[in-house]
């Protein structure tokens, strides 16, 4: 459905040799992704988060149809040698809300500015899509990629307790000037008249 404006953002050059890549097909971006999520971070089930028994599983099959059904992002951060060195995905969660569910980038190629400059060209991407507001959610001690995000415009608008993920600090982007401009109404010391001290 995206197709055509994708097209117009992405392949994009993240850095000399590096470039975000569209992957429209799931089987194969999961092939490539897997290993970079299993390199990139520690397995939950180390931190001791829940996991659901396989017996269940079957019983969300016809919710994970219906999910497989909304709109899908993913990319592959690839060297010009076709090696995946970082990872994003995310989707649809409300008609007006992109979650950016997880991103990533091996440790050798950390700290280049590589997500900053993904981050930026997905956001105008998103907001051509018709987006007005993209969500993430982020363990508390991820602090690169919060840091990344609140230069770049987000704003902290939730603390999560998730059983299969722990702890996590919800990061919000308004695309819209007065979505901005309410949160800011709503929420920010810079827009109330300064207390007097005793």
Known sequence: MFEPIRATFFPYELAPGIR???VTDAAAFWAQAVPLLEAIFPPFSQLGAYTLPAEREPRLNALGQAFAQSHHERFLFQTTTGEAIGFSYG??????TFFMTSSG???????????SRFLRRFLSYLHLVGYERVVSNHQPNNRAVIIAKLKAGFNVTAVNLDE????QVELTYLFAEDRRRGFARAFSLDERPAGRSH
């Open 105 to 115: 980038v091996l440790p050798a190629y950390q700290r280049q500015g590589l997500y």
């Open 164 to 167: 299969r993920w722990g702890a």
């Open 91 to 96: 989707d649809l969660r409300d008609r007006e």
């Open 20 to 22: 975000a890549i569209p």
